[in-house]
């Protein structure tokens, strides 16, 4: 939208669900709450929430929901990308997380096929890693195995459609992970 990002998001059973809370990052690394929005409690129907994200001022916001029980126990989502650009032929649309242990896992959308090259760069610019991958007109799931990168921080560049997408990560210990439980429903 114009005046904001607008979040979307539905839960087709809702079990202890006190409410969630948006978190907002522009580096992908560094999430901030940015809002909440009370959930239903108890409810075994499909629920759809909204949170209009006006302070956005980005190209690129990364956006993490935490859901919160009555007991402030709490889980959290995948990271989703909204970027703002204009005309994207090559995107990345969701990341499974930007803190890793081991594996990485990105959706990225392309509106042609093409062979698409990514590179694992340390943030001082030293490459780490190469490769190809095919893309298919549509939604792209891939993987990447980063369970062999030394802890720290690290720069994904995804080239593909006469465009670049770049994403930065951290690879952590095992014990570092946040918590994350998710279900993906698929129509």
């Known amino acids: ?11 087709y059973k809702e079990v202890d669900n006190k409410f969630f809370v948006i978190l907002k990052s522009v580096d992908g690394i560094n999430f901030k709450k940015t809002g909440d929005v009370e959930g239903a409690g108890n409810s075994n129907s499909i629920r759809t929430y909204r949170f209009l ?10 956006y993490r929901i935490l859901h919160y029980a009555t007991d402030n126990s709490f889980t ?19 990341i499974s997380s930007t ?36 893309l298919t007109k549509g939604l792209n799931a891939l993987s990447f195995d980063c369970s062999k990168l030394p802890n720290g921080r690290y720069e994904i560049i995804l080239k593909g459609n006469n465009e670049e997408e770049k994403i930065s990560i951290r ?15 698929k129509k």
């Open 1 to 11: 939208m114009e005046v904001g990002n607008m979040l979307s998001w539905s839960t």
């Open 53 to 62: 994200d006006l302070a956005i001022g980005e190209q690129k916001t990364y």
């Open 76 to 94: 959290e989502s995948e990271t989703f990308i909204i970027d703002r650009a204009t005309v994207n032929n090559l995107m990345i649309t969701s």
């Open 99 to 134: 803190v890793t242990d081991r594996k990485l896992s990105l959706t990225v959308k392309s509106v042609v096929e093409t062979d698409a090259t990514f590179e694992f760069r340390k943030m001082n610019g030293e490459v780490l890693s190469r490769g190809k991958k095919k």
């Open 171 to 185: 690879k952590v210990k095992t014990s570092e992970m946040p918590k994350l439980e998710y279900e993906v429903i």
